[in-house]
Nanobody, 123 residues
Framework: QLQLVESGGGLVQAGDSLRLSCAASGRAFDTYTMGWFRQPAGKEREFVAYISPSGEMTHYVGSVKGRFTISRDNTRDTVYLQMNRVKPEDTAVYYC????????????????WGQGTQVAVSS
């Protein structure tokens, strides 16, 4: 079981860049597909991106494709989300999770959620 801690959120202006980090502790981080999700205020948690255990495969939701990049450093047990050209609609609490089920874009198939990090984008 992993324990995850997200960091790097903050208040930024539209068009700025931000890098989120998710530090893992526990066993076998490099065997998990890891995902980033976000939850806007009053809405459901939604998929943003995932990365395979080796880092070779990534997948993004359409609204962030070309702007966000997910990566991981298995020597540091950390997964990152580089957010470029952010928009007000990117405002949300961002969570990382470890994939435990079948659907890699469904929050219900992830676990070991961290506490989240707030990203607020002003226009």
């Amino acid at each position: 079981q992993l324990q995850l801690v997200e960091s790097g959120g903050g208040l930024v202006q539209a068009g700025d860049s931000l890098r989120l980090s998710c530090a893992a502790s526990g066993r076998a981080f490099d065997t998990y597909t890891m995902g980033w999700f976000r939850q806007p205020a009053g809405k459901e948690r939604e998929f943003v991106a995932y990365i395979s255990p080796s880092g070779e495969m990534t997948h993004y939701v359409g609204s962030v494709k070309g702007r966000f990049t997910i990566s991981r450093d298995n020597t540091r047990d950390t997964v990152y989300l580089q957010m470029n050209r952010v928009k007000p609609e990117d405002t949300a609490v961002y969570y990382c999770g470890a994939h435990l089920g079948l659907d890699m874009t469904d929050a219900a198939d992830y676990g070991s959620w961290g506490q989240g990090t707030q990203v607020a984008v002003s226009s």
